[in-house]
């Protein structure tokens, strides 16, 4: 089955407004999780990631939020603007060999 | 380093044709990915290989698609015969291995008619 599950799958908002996208897992010893942004025509590339040893880490206006008990972890965008607009990927790469699978994607879309 | 390169970037097909997809990876990374990308099922996973074996096919869709990697530096995706199902973008992505960042090559868009 699925190792990542991603919601919602499309989010469109104001600019300047939050967005959150969250994602679930099922491997426990899962402890890396990374998130990718694919705009228009483009290859997927990292802009967050972190390790099951932190809760929270942010980055200018994006964060990730780690809940290791309830095996899910968020996105936030805050004081979205109208190039935010891309898919986004979660994943939870497993195993020894860290087989590296994304959830199906969130397309958001800021309307300026 | 240039990064993941791919080619061709496109490629148009005709159905029951042979069609080999190429890829270098990084230099030093050890673990290769191939996806496919459709609008339908997202970004797929359908082989990697880690230090140029082949540990997990499991998405490989049915035998009509096969990949190998012969050295560190180069892996092929080949798909024989082709179907205009198969039309879709690939993409092959390469890491160090372990928790570190997968880098993307800019992909192969092909087209089966």
């Known amino acids: 089955g699925e190792n990542v599950e991603q919601h919602p799958s499309t989010l469109s908002v104001q600019e300047g407004d939050s967005a959150v996208i969250k994602c679930t897992y099922s491997?426990?010893?899962?402890?890396?999780f990374p998130w990718y942004k694919q705009e228009l025509g483009k290859r997927p590339q990292l802009i967050i990631d972190?390790?099951?040893?932190?809760g929270e880490k942010k980055d200018q206006r994006i964060a990730v939020t780690l809940n290791k008990t309830a095996k899910h972890f968020s996105l936030h965008i805050t004081e979205t603007q109208p190039e935010d607009s891309a898919v986004y990927f979660c994943?939870?790469?497993?195993?020894?060999?860290?087989?590296?699978?994304f959830g199906k994607g969130t397309l958001l879309t800021v309307n300026p | 380093d240039a990064g993941v390169i791919q080619s061709p970037r496109h490629e148009v097909t005709e159905m029951g044709q042979e069609v080999t997809l190429r890829c270098k990876p990084i230099?030093?990374?050890?673990?290769l990915f191939w996806y496919r990308q459709t609008m339908m099922r997202g970004l797929e996973l359908l082989i990697y290989?880690?230090?140029?074996?082949?540990?997990?096919d499991s998405g490989m869709p049915e035998d009509r698609f096969s990949a190998k990697m012969p050295n560190a530096s180069f892996s092929t995706l080949k798909i024989q015969p082709s179907e205009p199902r198969d039309s879709a973008v690939y993409f092959c992505?390469?890491?160090?291995?372990?928790?570190?960042?997968?880098?993307f090559g800019q992909g192969t868009r092909l087209t089966v008619v």
């Open positions: 994943a939870a790469p497993r195993g020894s060999n860290y087989k590296l699978t």
């Open positions: 491997d426990s010893a899962s402890n890396y």
């Open positions: 972190i390790r099951s040893n932190v």
């Open positions: 230099s030093g990374h050890n673990s």
């Open positions: 290989f880690n230090n140029n074996v082949p540990i997990d």
């Open positions: 992505a390469s890491m160090m291995g372990g928790d570190t960042e997968a880098f």
